[in-house]
């Protein structure tokens, strides 16, 4: 597990701890919305991994750079690897809708508080 992410360190943790905490809190059901936008179909160079907040964007502030949404997003975070780390070590899937229980299987034991406090949040 990493705990800063991005070129520029836009997402970063503490210790293990608040990495799992952060984790809940994406979790939660219409909070946030992972995507991959296909910039590349507007001429960028490939697809860009975000973190859409859409509810509660001052939970994000303390680990993630959020730059200004749009229309409902009130903020989403840039940073490729972490999404993907998201999908591919966590069972996140796109949307806004997520399996707390496949996700909560990728959490070692000894962090499953801190994850059920951020889903709490």
Same mark, same amino acid.
């Given at each position: 597990?990493?705990?800063?992410?991005?070129?520029?360190?836009?997402?970063?943790?503490?210790?293990? =701890?608040?990495?799992?905490?952060?984790?809940?809190?994406?979790?939660?059901?219409?909070?946030?919305?992972?995507?991959?936008? =296909?910039?590349?179909?507007?001429?960028?160079?490939?697809?860009?991994?975000?973190? =859409?907040?859409?509810?509660?964007?001052?939970?994000?502030?303390?680990?993630?750079?959020?730059?200004?949404?749009?229309?409902?997003?009130?903020?989403?975070?840039?940073?490729?690897?972490?999404?993907?780390?998201?999908?591919?070590? =966590?069972?996140?899937?796109?949307?806004?809708?997520?399996?707390?229980?496949?996700?909560?299987?990728?959490?070692?034991?000894?962090?499953?508080?801190?994850?059920?406090?951020?889903?709490?949040?």
């Amino acid at each position: 597990m990493k705990l800063v992410y991005g070129t520029t360190g836009q997402v970063h943790f503490s210790d293990a =701890h608040e990495y799992y905490y952060v984790l809940g809190l994406l979790a939660r059901a219409k909070r946030t919305s992972i995507v991959w936008e =296909h910039n590349e179909d507007q001429g960028a160079w490939a697809s860009e991994g975000r973190i =859409h907040v859409q509810a509660d964007i001052g939970l994000f502030s303390t680990n993630f750079s959020i730059t200004a949404g749009t229309g409902s997003m009130l903020g989403r975070v840039n940073c490729n690897d972490y999404v993907s780390s998201l999908q591919t070590q =966590h069972n996140f899937a796109l949307g806004t809708t997520q399996s707390i229980p496949l996700i909560m299987a990728t959490v070692p034991q000894k962090y499953i508080d801190d994850f059920i406090r951020g889903l709490a949040a």
